[in-house]
């Protein structure tokens, strides 16, 4: 049985390694048909692995043959987003002693004097020119490292910053795996984020650091079943130190370490947030910090769902974009929702935490105002240990909204979202109900 699935494993990655090097190498996301065929037949392969349990071939194995898939992408120049450009920028400011919280680009170039690396062609790539950085601060040392390593060579610093996105998937496989035995779940779940198309390509091929996010999270939740609380503190400040999305998380673990531990996680959380934060600090750093978010949540929009909802509506009654409004409305709806999931738990165990972050998430995600493919990598990761699928239904349908990038500037096909958002709340739906009728069937026994 086991020489059986370690075959299945050799042809599943035989056949999908050229899908991924076409892909990364030579695909460009203006390219949508093609980028959706090759994406689809890769999410076709992995759906028949998931049905036929090609995955059951040992953990050792199907680390060796997730990382090979991510190897192949090592050299290629991320072309499914153009964030990296703001990496490198960031990168070069911190390397050449100017903090990157503390200016923006369009003002930088326009006053500064000359600075090895930042060019005309760098500056013209970023996205996002008249806005502060919004990466914390673990971001910023590895774009710092890859900028000393690599200087302004554009290639360079993508390898360098996807080395370390390498490490920190091996170290999600390692980590997911314990942390299945800990919680006696099968570990075979592991494949489910290990081999998903959607995480190769955004997170190892184009460079985006939830991957270290994850590593830092996961680990924190394994030193928590584990007892080790200072660690796990540690981790959990280090993963809000990649990403701040952890935050939301927090309320969770009140009930699960109870309120005189919850005050020393918390505190060592802080602390290490805090010292993160020390080479960047300045008078200016919060206020410049949080202008960026605030315009994540009152100026940016793509690939929402209940928001264009809301947008629409906002329109026959006004006349103009509420999304100054709305963003606001929305963001104080998930934090009651998440406080009221917190609040409301009853099983409370180390497994259950899993289904009550996945829950925070999805509101999170379900009433943001934009919702880039990337974002799901998270929802994926967290849903291993609930039963739950629909953020892997999710992870393959998200892919429609890249049919955006065809036109330059980019412009949304809105009945391709509502077709990926039917595709989710359809499966989402029919999974809600199964949980549910199970529940009946177990209490009624």
Known sequence: MAK???????????????????????????????????????AALYVIALYKKTFEAGIPMVIGAAMLLRVSLL??????????????????LFIHGHNPYLSIPSQFIQISPAMPGITGSLYAGLNSP??????????????????????????GNAIIIRLVVLLAEFGILIFLHRLATKLSWPSTVVAIYAFNPLVILELTGNLHLEAVMLLFLVLSIYLLVSGKQIYAGLSFGLAIGAKLLPLIF????????????????????GATIAVLFIPFYS???????????????????????FYYLLRWIGYQFTGYNLISILGIILASLTFLIIIAIAVTERKVTWLSLFKSMLMCLTAYYLLATTVHP?????????????GYRYPVVWSISIMLSYAAYRTVPYSENLWLVSLEYVILFSYMGYEMYRHIHKSINETTK
């Open 75 to 92: 050299f290629m120049t991320p072309n499914l987003t153009d964030d990296y450009f703001r990496f490198i920028w960031d990168g070069l």
């Open 130 to 155: 008249n806005y502060y950085t919004v990466y914390p601060p673990v971001c910023q040392f590895i774009f710092g490292l890859a900028a000393k390593i690599a200087g302004g060579n554009i290639l």
């Open 283 to 305: 008078a200016d750093l919060v206020s410049n910090l949080f202008s960026g978010l605030r315009l994540y949540f009152q100026r940016f929009e793509f690939n929402a769902s």
């Open 4 to 42: 059986q699935g370690t075959i299945r494993l050799a042809a599943f990655t035989i056949l999908s390694l050229p899908l991924y090097v076409w892909v990364g190498y030579f695909t460009d996301r203006t390219s949508f048909p093609q980028l959706f065929l090759l994406f689809g037949l890769l």
């Open 374 to 386: 990337w974002y799901i990598t998270s929802l994926v990761l967290i849903s291993l240990f609930t």
């Open 250 to 269: 927090l309320p969770l673990l009140i009930k699960r370490l109870g309120v005189a531990k919850s005050i020393i996680f918390f505190a060592i959380v």
